[in-house]
């Protein structure tokens, strides 16, 4: 079945570690995006890709990093978590054409 | 960036109609979305506007004034599955896509 593959699908990390949150898409979709969601304040844009090879920051980037090798693949990175980044995290692509967002079933982040 | 309001909470009856409206402030649009969440689950799209006026799919009606930059998403026939959050999102002139914090929806018997 065609669509978006995140992992972990939840993960308790210990303040200060790296942690990278996969996702993979199989619908040859040019855009990628990360969300984090948190309880009233919606899903919040961290980062997004418009086409392999290039990657934009979002209104919520500091702390994360993002890279895009392949149209398939965008990993997300925190390079020392900290407990504020304890969240929902979406990853989710579109054809811009359409700007459709197809989203992966998330990752449950819990940074002690 | 982009300031999307909509209400935090609304309750209906089964077999009702509820309004969700959506108020937007943008740069650039590139067209107004409406996603449904349910609880624990990610979004899935419901409907999208990039013209004025009101699109039609089964029981659910998105409208669209891109001047009074205002949406609305409309539930006729009230079923208790669609208690969940109605997400109102606004993409830009690069594409990106934000969103409001959402309104759950409760349908009460």
């Known amino acids: 079945i065609a669509g978006i593959t995140q992992a972990p699908t939840s993960q308790i990390l210990a303040a200060g570690r790296r942690m990278t949150l996969r996702c993979t898409q199989d619908m040859r979709h040019n855009a990628m995006y990360w969300y984090r969601q948190d309880l009233g304040l919606g899903l919040r844009l961290i980062h997004y890709s418009n086409t392999a090879g290039t990657t934009g920051k979002g209104e919520v980037p500091d702390g994360y990093s993002v890279s895009r090798a392949n149209t398939d693949d965008f990993p997300l990175t925190l390079a020392s978590a900290v407990p504020s980044q304890t969240s929902v995290y979406f990853c989710a692509s579109s054809e811009a054409s359409t700007g459709e967002l197809f989203f992966g079933e998330g990752s449950r982040l819990t940074v002690l | 960036g982009q300031n999307i309001d909509q209400p935090t909470e609304m309750t209906a009856t089964e077999g009702a109609i509820v309004q969700i409206n959506c108020t937007y402030q943008?740069?650039?649009?590139?067209?107004l979305f409406w996603y449904q969440q349910h609880a624990g689950e990610a979004p899935t799209f419901l409907s999208y506007?990039?013209?004025?006026g009101l699109e039609e799919k089964g029981r659910f009606s998105s409208f669209l004034s891109r001047s009074k930059g205002y949406s609305y998403l409309l539930l006729k026939e009230l079923q208790m599955k669609d208690s969940a959050s109605y997400l109102c999102?606004?993409?830009?002139?690069?594409?990106?896509?934000?969103f409001g914090a959402g309104t759950t929806v409760t349908v009460r018997a």
């Open positions: 506007n990039v013209l004025d």
């Open positions: 999102a606004v993409r830009d002139g690069d594409y990106k896509l934000s």
């Open positions: 943008t740069s650039g649009f590139n067209g």
